[in-house]
């Protein structure tokens, strides 16, 4: 038995799932106290169940982001080497922000050394603040880390926990590093505090299980190994819908995943069961990240939209959702009153709803009917809008090679995939509105607890290794080896894979369910004066977000 | 988040998978180390600064331009046809507003590549920066363009396609002719009689170092803008003058680059050549982009510079000096070089061009016009050591009736069995044709 919980900004969505399926689901309004939150709707879920039973759990969980929105980061002392470029000071962050001197190039080459005494010295100013974590961040760390290692090594007595940037990702962007080693070592107290007190609720639950975190880039990893990389376990909600999409419904083809909700509505594109990936980090509060995430679109239109009538006489749905529809007890006619007023659902109060919409028509000689028709039929638009809007920048993002220029694949969407709550009151409307074919799977209204249950364990390795250096770097993993002149893109690939093998199993992975994909694999002779001299070996890895195996054996049955 | 001063387009081709041969310095790796700088400085993250895809070029976008010999498929390759797409993308990025300025970092480049064109000359088929002007000049109707080539190298292929049209300012700073590749830019080399005075060469002395760049700039190139009153100006922003540069003997910085952009502030930036891919390259393309982009340069800097970089010895600065007094004289104080040219004059002029890349020896007879209200009508007869035998008629963009008539009339009369193809460019009509 699987137990996925997803926690969302207004409902906590959870699921049971056995041998044949979703047999559980329920909602719990998500209070201001996540833990609280959390054991209410285990206590929900689990009445009549035998928790030894559960085999597997995730979670998804808002603490990083609410900390960063709500101003809880612990203070977080930072220390920078940057080189030339722009001006390091420009990515200053938290209250106690230190650069210091010391250079890598972009081959990892020590251009200059770093400066010990100004390390202390930032150290000890850092410490004069009563800080006790620190983030270290130097240009170029993922080429060559060993500034990073020894500034850390330096200062290592005087703070309780040192985050360092190199061990984030592998990408090349410093910024991004430094706020994100800066996020990691910020959260980190709150984040230890959150998993141990999940670990007490479950464990006063007896609930043994392996327990894992849901990711924004629809993976998942392991509670206890997602400790010092809090910011990576950050706003994954949209990633648990892409997931419950691809779980229920299996995405074939090209197909756009719509999440539907009350404020707003998710978007994002699956490609043959493989959902897209966003190109850069995703952004966390203010700060642009490192944290690899799939790539969602969210606008502001649900079925709890603001309707307005501007002066026109023309529609308009959203951005905002000013209160519950009317049917509710709202001020406010919403989509969800127009959807009620066509009896599409039945819920709320009916009369309410049908004379919001009755106010709303007369002025410009409609039904009531026809005016909660027209509001579905624009609400699908605006959505259809955003949506080619959304296709049109994936279909722009840059080209690099002849050959990627000669293949240009541009994505043409052929379905459409919608979950969320009004999923199937405004499939019709925003299937027609795009012009494709559409499905609502089951379980469309907790698609996203679905997704975090049954999401496996992703991870990703960049490797580069530089033959006329004699040395190979996965910063991810922390390996820097010495290689032979005759090193080859066989042997980059089968280090990779046995690094990715074992830092996939570190995160909680199941050994039988190891799905490792090249994602970027580039090999460059090295030519110097007329000659070759060596080469330049880049390769990414990474185990892609999918579906664990258990759900697919389930037996096709998720109509109970 | 950080924001750019100005709104700046960014255009990158690396071609990761071209080079010329599998040993040329033209290679699969010369924009690689750039990459990586670029995207760890993190500058596609500034708001303001935007990324673009690039797209292919049309055979008709170059017919604008070229005469190809024997036709655009066997003188180009894909990767031609992207770079000269790249500078398209940045054109149209400027020119509809989305951005205020743009750089196509793209490869290969393009400045060697005359009007007609046999083959690969200097690493360049195809010369991008035309390609793109007469993109523009068609699509957006803009006249008046500045071009300021601050390669190495002698920008003479851009130099053969303007030569003649006095709407097109070409600038070109560069190492002495006389110490390298390809053996021109002289001051006496400032355009053809329709164009007196619009080609302008600014041969450096090698060891030229940032303080004499920047004072051709401000003493000199700045003013001559300023005087010609151009619509779009356009940078060749090849980046050979670098110190750590292999194939030259300049003395320029990856900050004296940026400054120079600062000041200069082109509509758009191309590059061009550039081969200190390691030590020059990365710090030189960011310090151009936060340029553009109006951001604050000044930690721009390569990680030899303290150790290796010398400043300008005092006999070049004296050098430089003098030459910019007799620059001034020449094309700031009206124009003692001009000579005067009877209306409807047929002047005639016989060449060798060298194709070194791939050693083609090409003979050309050309004939012009002169005239006092256009460009004037433009006839070459050009011989290939391959073999190939053409003849080519330009009819510039604003031509006189008189000018069109004649050439078109060249055209006819040419005779078809005497040359394997017979070309058309007729830029008033738009016109491209080829038998
Ligand atoms: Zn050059
Ligand atoms: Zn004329």
């Given at each position: 038995?699987?137990?996925?919980?997803?926690?969302?900004?207004?409902?906590?969505?959870?699921?049971?799932?056995?041998?044949?399926?979703?047999?559980?689901?329920?909602?719990?309004?998500?209070?201001?106290?996540?833990?609280?939150?959390?054991?209410?709707?285990?206590?929900?879920?689990?009445?009549?169940?035998?928790?030894?039973?559960?085999?597997?759990?995730?979670?998804?969980?808002?603490?990083?982001?609410?900390?960063?929105?709500?101003?809880?980061?612990?203070?977080?002392?930072?220390?920078?080497?940057?080189?030339?470029?722009?001006?390091?000071?420009?990515?200053?962050?938290?209250?106690?922000?230190?650069?210091?001197?010391?250079?890598?190039?972009?081959q990892g080459?020590?251009?200059?050394?770093?400066?010990?005494?100004?390390?202390?010295?930032?150290?000890?100013?850092?410490?004069?603040?009563?800080?006790?974590?620190?983030?270290?961040?130097?240009?170029?760390?993922?080429r060559n880390?060993?500034?990073?290692?020894?500034?850390?090594?330096?200062?290592?007595?005087?703070?309780?926990?040192?985050?360092?940037?190199?061990?984030?990702?592998g990408?090349?962007?410093?910024?991004?590093?430094?706020?994100?080693?800066?996020?990691?070592?910020?959260?980190?107290?709150?984040?230890?505090?959150?998993?141990?007190?999940?670990?007490?609720?479950?464990?006063?639950?007896?609930?043994?299980?392996?327990?894992?975190?849901?990711?924004?880039?629809?993976?998942?990893?392991?509670?206890?190994?997602?400790?010092?990389?809090?910011?990576?376990?950050?706003?994954?909600?949209?990633?648990?819908?892409?997931?419950?999409?691809?779980?229920?419904?299996?995405?074939?083809?090209?197909?756009?995943?719509?999440?539907?909700?009350?404020?707003?509505?998710?978007?994002?594109?699956?490609?043959?069961?493989?959902?897209?990936?966003?190109?850069?980090?995703?952004?966390?509060?203010?700060?642009?990240?490192?944290?690899?995430?799939?790539?969602?679109?969210?606008?502001?239109?649900?079925?709890?939209?603001?309707?307005?009538?501007?002066?026109?006489?023309?529609?308009?749905?959203?951005?905002?959702?000013?209160?519950?529809?009317?049917?509710?007890?709202?001020?406010?006619?919403?989509?969800?009153?127009?959807?009620?007023?066509?009896?599409?659902?039945?819920?709320?109060?009916?009369?309410?709803?049908?004379?919001?919409?009755?106010?709303?028509?007369?002025?410009?000689?409609?039904?009531?009917?026809?005016?909660?028709?027209?509001?579905?039929?624009?609400?699908?638009?605006?959505?259809?809008?955003?949506?080619?809007?959304?296709?049109?920048?994936?279909?722009?993002?840059?080209?690099?090679?002849?050959?990627?220029?000669?293949?240009?694949?541009?994505?043409?969407?052929?379905?459409?995939?919608?979950?969320?709550?009004?999923?199937?009151?405004?499939?019709?409307?925003?299937?027609?509105?795009?012009?494709?074919?559409?499905?609502?799977?089951?379980?469309?209204?907790?698609?996203?607890?679905?997704?975090?249950?049954?999401?496996?364990?992703?991870?990703?390795i960049s490797l580069q290794a530089d033959t006329q250096r004699g040395t190979v770097v996965i910063p991810e993993a922390d390996v820097q080896d010495k290689i032979a002149s005759d090193f080859s893109l066989e042997d980059a690939s089968s280090l990779a894979r046995e690094v990715i093998k074992k830092q996939?199993?570190?995160?909680?992975?199941?050994?039988?369910?190891?799905?490792i994909t090249i994602t970027e694999k580039e090999m460059f002779n090295m030519?110097?004066?007329?000659?070759r001299t060596g080469r330049n070996i880049r390769l990414k890895m990474s185990?892609?977000?999918?579906?664990?195996?258990?759900?697919?054996?389930?037996?096709?049955?998720?109509?109970? | 988040?950080?924001?750019?001063?100005?709104?700046?387009?960014?255009?990158?081709?690396?071609?990761?998978?071209?080079?010329?041969?599998?040993?040329?310095?033209?290679?699969?790796e010369?924009?690689?180390?750039?990459?990586?700088?670029?995207?760890?400085?993190?500058?596609?993250?500034?708001?303001?600064?935007?990324?673009?895809?690039?797209?292919?070029?049309?055979?008709?976008?170059?017919?604008?331009?070229?005469?190809?010999?024997?036709?655009?498929?066997?003188?180009?390759?894909?990767?031609?046809?992207?770079?000269?797409?790249?500078?398209?993308?940045?054109?149209?990025?400027?020119?509809?507003?989305?951005?205020?300025?743009?750089?196509?970092?793209?490869?290969?480049?393009?400045?060697?590549?005359?009007?007609?064109?046999?083959?690969?000359?200097?690493?360049?088929?195809?010369?991008?920066?035309?390609?793109?002007?007469?993109?523009?000049?068609?699509?957006?109707?803009?006249?008046?363009?500045?071009?300021?080539?601050?390669?190495?190298?002698?920008?003479?292929?851009?130099?053969?396609?303007?030569?003649?049209?006095?709407?097109?300012?070409?600038?070109?700073?560069?190492?002495?002719?006389?110490?390298?590749?390809?053996?021109?830019?002289?001051?006496?080399?400032?355009?053809?009689?329709?164009?007196?005075?619009?080609?302008?060469?600014?041969?450096?002395?090698?060891?030229?170092?940032?303080?004499?760049?920047?004072?051709?700039?401000?003493?000199?190139?700045?003013?001559?803008?300023?005087?010609?009153?151009?619509?779009?100006?356009?940078?060749?922003?090849?980046?050979?003058?670098?110190?750590?540069?292999?194939?030259?003997?300049?003395?320029?910085?990856?900050?004296?680059?940026?400054?120079?952009?600062?000041?200069?502030?082109?509509?758009?930036?191309?590059?061009?050549?550039?081969?200190?891919?390691?030590?020059?390259?990365?710090?030189?393309?960011?310090?151009?982009?936060?340029?553009?982009?109006?951001?604050?340069?000044?930690?721009?800097?390569?990680?030899?510079?303290?150790?290796?970089?010398?400043?300008?010895?005092?006999?070049?600065?004296?050098?430089?000096?003098?030459?910019?007094?007799?620059?001034?004289?020449?094309?700031?104080?009206?124009?003692?070089?001009?000579?005067?040219?009877?209306?409807?004059?047929?002047?005639?002029?016989?060449?060798?061009?060298?194709?070194?890349?791939?050693?083609?020896?090409?003979?050309?007879?050309?004939?012009?016009?002169?005239?006092?209200?256009?460009?004037?009508?433009?006839?070459?007869?050009?011989?290939?050591?391959?073999?190939?035998?053409?003849?080519?008629?330009?009819?510039?963009?604003?031509?006189?009736?008189?000018?069109?008539?004649?050439?078109?009339?060249?055209?006819?009369?040419?005779?078809?069995?005497?040359?394997?193809?017979?070309?058309?460019?007729?830029?008033?009509?738009?016109?491209?044709?080829?038998?």
């Amino acid at each position: 038995m699987i137990l996925g919980l997803d926690v969302g900004g207004t409902q906590t969505d959870t699921v049971l799932i056995d041998k044949n399926g979703v047999f559980y689901e329920s909602k719990t309004p998500t209070g201001d106290n996540l833990l609280e939150t959390l054991a209410l709707a285990l206590d929900k879920t689990l009445t009549n169940i035998d928790p030894t039973n559960i085999e597997r759990m995730t979670f998804s969980t808002t603490m990083a982001t609410n900390a960063i929105v709500q101003g809880l980061l612990a203070d977080t002392g930072m220390i920078v080497s940057a080189g030339p470029g722009m001006d390091p000071a420009l990515f200053s962050v938290g209250p106690s922000y230190h650069v210091v001197e010391g250079c890598l190039d972009h081959q990892g080459l020590e251009a200059m050394p770093v400066n010990k005494e100004a390390v202390l010295n930032a150290s000890d100013l850092i410490r004069q603040d009563g800080i006790k974590l620190v983030g270290i961040v130097t240009k170029f760390s993922v080429r060559n880390p060993a500034h990073e290692l020894l500034i850390s090594d330096w200062v290592k007595n005087s703070f309780s926990h040192i985050a360092l940037g190199h061990q984030v990702s592998g990408a090349l962007n410093f910024p991004r590093r430094i706020t994100t080693t800066y996020l990691n070592a910020a959260l980190y107290g709150l984040h230890q505090e959150f998993t141990n007190a999940v670990i007490r609720t479950i464990g006063k639950k007896d609930l043994q299980a392996p327990r894992f975190l849901l990711k924004p880039d629809g993976g998942t990893v392991g509670l206890e190994q997602s400790l010092y990389y809090p910011a990576g376990t950050a706003q994954s909600g949209p990633a648990a819908s892409v997931m419950g999409a691809l779980a229920l419904d299996g995405c074939k083809g090209n197909s756009i995943v719509l999440d539907i909700g009350g404020t707003t509505t998710d978007m994002s594109v699956v490609l043959n069961g493989v959902p897209l990936l966003a190109r850069h980090g995703i952004m966390l509060g203010p700060f642009q990240t490192l944290v690899r995430s799939l790539l969602t679109r969210s606008i502001g239109m649900g079925g709890d939209s603001e309707i307005q009538i501007e002066k026109n006489g023309n529609l308009k749905i959203g951005p905002l959702r000013k209160g519950s529809p009317v049917a509710f007890g709202g001020n406010i006619p919403t989509p969800t009153d127009a959807m009620i007023t066509l009896d599409l659902i039945r819920i709320g109060n009916g009369e309410a709803a049908r004379d919001a919409m009755e106010k709303l028509a007369v002025p410009l000689g409609l039904t009531a009917d026809k005016m909660a028709h027209e509001v579905l039929k624009h609400t699908a638009q605006s959505i259809a809008v955003s949506v080619n809007d959304f296709i049109g920048y994936i279909n722009s993002r840059p080209l690099y090679t002849i050959h990627e220029v000669v293949q240009e694949k541009k994505i043409i969407p052929d379905s459409v995939v919608i979950i969320g709550g009004p999923a199937p009151q405004f499939a019709d409307y925003v299937g027609k509105a795009l012009g494709l074919p559409y499905r609502v799977p089951s379980h469309f209204g907790v698609a996203n607890a679905v997704g975090a249950a049954v999401a496996r364990v992703t991870s990703e390795i960049s490797l580069q290794a530089d033959t006329q250096r004699g040395t190979v770097v996965i910063p991810e993993a922390d390996v820097q080896d010495k290689i032979a002149s005759d090193f080859s893109l066989e042997d980059a690939s089968s280090l990779a894979r046995e690094v990715i093998k074992k830092q996939a199993l570190q995160a909680g992975a199941d050994p039988s369910d190891l799905d490792i994909t090249i994602t970027e694999k580039e090999m460059f002779n090295m030519i110097r004066g007329y000659s070759r001299t060596g080469r330049n070996i880049r390769l990414k890895m990474s185990i892609v977000p999918g579906i664990i195996p258990e759900w697919n054996r389930r037996k096709q049955d998720d109509t109970r | 988040m950080i924001r750019a001063e100005r709104r700046t387009g960014l255009i990158f081709f690396p071609a990761f998978d071209w080079a010329i041969s599998p040993t040329h310095p033209e290679r699969e790796e010369r924009l690689l180390y750039t990459q990586d700088q670029v995207l760890e400085e993190g500058l596609l993250d500034i708001e303001g600064i935007r990324e673009y895809r690039v797209r292919e070029a049309l055979f008709k976008d170059i017919r604008r331009v070229h005469f190809c010999v024997p036709d655009e498929e066997a003188v180009t390759t894909r990767s031609h046809l992207i770079s000269a797409g790249g500078c398209l993308v940045a054109a149209d990025a400027v020119l509809k507003g989305e951005v205020e300025s743009a750089f196509a970092l793209v490869r290969p480049p393009g400045h060697h590549s005359m009007r007609v064109v046999h083959g690969n000359r200097g690493f360049c088929n195809i010369n991008i920066e035309a390609i793109m002007i007469e993109y523009i000049r068609e699509k957006y109707g803009i006249r008046k363009v500045a071009i300021v080539d601050t390669d190495c190298h002698h920008g003479d292929g851009t130099q053969d396609i303007y030569w003649h049209d006095p709407d097109t300012l070409f600038i070109s700073v560069h190492q002495d002719g006389r110490t390298l590749y390809p053996g021109s830019g002289f001051i006496d080399e400032s355009g053809g009689p329709n164009a007196q005075g619009a080609t302008v060469n600014i041969p450096l002395p090698p060891g030229t170092g940032e303080k004499g760049f920047l004072f051709v700039l401000d003493e000199f190139i700045m003013p001559l803008l300023k005087k010609f009153q151009p619509e779009l100006v356009i940078n060749s922003a090849g980046q050979d003058n670098h110190f750590n540069d292999p194939i030259t003997n300049m003395n320029f910085t990856a900050r004296g680059y940026a400054t120079l952009n600062a000041r200069l502030k082109p509509d758009i930036a191309v590059l061009e050549g550039g081969y200190a891919i390691e030590n020059a390259l990365p710090y030189v393309n960011v310090g151009i982009i936060m340029a553009m982009a109006g951001m604050d340069t000044s930690y721009v800097k390569e990680p030899n510079y303290d150790r290796d970089y010398k400043p300008q010895p005092a006999d070049i600065t004296l050098y430089i000096e003098k030459l910019v007094a007799e620059l001034k004289d020449l094309f700031l104080k009206g124009n003692p070089l001009k000579t005067e040219f009877k209306e409807g004059e047929i002047i005639e002029r016989n060449r060798n061009i060298f194709y070194d890349t791939d050693g083609i020896d090409e003979k050309q007879h050309e004939k012009l016009r002169c005239c006092h209200d256009c460009a004037g009508a433009l006839s070459i007869e050009s011989t290939s050591s391959l073999g190939q035998h053409i003849h080519a008629v330009h009819i510039p963009m604003f031509a006189c009736t008189a000018c069109r008539d004649i050439a078109l009339d060249w055209h006819k009369k040419a005779f078809r069995g005497n040359f394997d193809h017979l070309y058309l460019q007729d830029k008033v009509r738009g016109v491209y044709e080829k038998v």
